[in-house]
T-cell receptor
């Protein structure tokens, strides 16, 4: 069974204080790992897809990296508007099911 | 390009009633999935439809059902509502039937009293 564990559950940062969020996963074969951002009262917003170990993707202050067992979402010099819950999900290449498994998310608060 | 649209945004129902939620996917997306999100359980998969056929189903009771129309729009129905059904119900669409990211709507907040 696919498993996704995100840590920490909650993270408080000061504006400008860089940090990383972790997503550890267990799958039979990784087809893709997705990162999403979710604001309160809204649906998750797609950020990145990573397909293979060593791959990196960047968007503004966010950079996602992938190894064979985990992914990191690095936030450089965050701003208060980066406050949100960040979700990761993995898609297994085996079994024929295309349903991604989601982690519980990391709630990020950035203080001005 | 318009995103995924869900209606209504908020619903308040009484135990025992039934409810129907609606989802319009992104134009050209043929796959529509439904998720339930609660603080305690996170995002839980309900079902996925592709070209009007249910392709996958999550571990929810038969009170939860759905369908997809020929224009890819989808509805989900919950009958005999229970207090525990209170949640944010999210619809997501994706471009192909397989390995592409989900694009979510803003959900329907269902409160059962």
């Amino acid at each position: 069974e696919d498993q996704v564990t995100q840590s920490p559950e909650a993270l408080r940062l000061q504006e400008g204080e860089s940090s990383s969020l972790n997503c550890s996963y267990t799958v039979s074969g990784l087809r893709g790992l997705f990162w999403y951002r979710q604001d309160p009262g809204k649906g998750p917003e797609f950020l990145f897809t990573l397909y293979s170990a060593g791959e990196e993707k960047e968007k503004e202050r966010l950079k996602a990296t992938l190894t064979k067992k985990e992914s990191f979402l690095h936030i450089t010099a965050p701003k208060p508007e980066d406050s949100a819950t960040y979700l990761c999900a993995v898609q297994d290449s085996s079994g024929g099911s295309y349903i991604p498994t989601f982690g519980r998310g990391t709630s990020l608060i950035v203080h001005p | 390009k318009a995103g995924v649209t869900q209606t209504p945004r908020y619903l308040i129902k009484t135990r025992g009633q039934q409810v129907t939620l609606s989802c319009s996917p992104i134009s050209g997306h043929r796959s529509v999935s439904w998720y339930q999100q609660t603080p305690g359980q996170g995002l839980q998969f309900l079902f996925e439809y592709f070209s009007e056929t249910q392709r996958n189903k999550g571990n929810f009771p038969g009170r939860f059902s759905g369908r997809q129309f020929s224009n890819s729009r989808s509805e989900m129905n919950v009958s005999t509502l229970e207090l525990g059904d209170s949640a944010l119900y999210l619809c997501a669409s994706r471009q192909t039937g397989g390995f592409s990211p989900l694009h979510f709507g803003n959900g329907t907040r269902l409160t059962v009293t």
